[in-house]
């Protein structure tokens, strides 16, 4: 379960955190008035989140392009795009 922590106590013990995070793999959720505004995970769950979001990219693009329509060339999107 997550250890919850106000940002002013992050600060006074921010090594400590930081160490509870990296070895003890403890993540930890960082509130501001009460609302939880982000979290710090260990470089072995961010790793594993990059690797869902890149499994639902790619199923996601393999969706958009069995979908049928019209295509157009990438110059004429880009237009439309005003780029």
């Known amino acids: 379960m997550p250890i919850t922590i106000s940002t002013?106590?992050?600060r006074k013990k921010f090594a400590d955190i930081v160490n509870r995070?990296?070895?003890g793999h403890e993540p930890v959720i960082l509130t501001r008035r009460g609302e939880e505004i982000a979290a710090l995970v260990?470089?072995?769950e961010f790793e594993l989140l990059q690797q869902i979001e890149d499994v639902i990219d790619?199923?996601?693009a393999k969706k958009a392009l069995e979908?049928?329509?019209?295509s157009i060339p990438a110059n004429e999107f880009?237009?439309?795009?005003?780029?």
């Open 42 to 44: 260990s470089m072995e």
């Open 21 to 23: 995070v990296a070895y």
């Open 58 to 60: 790619i199923k996601d």
């Open 78 to 83: 880009w237009k439309k795009l005003g780029l």
């Open 67 to 70: 979908e049928q329509g019209a």
């Open 8 to 10: 002013a106590e992050a």
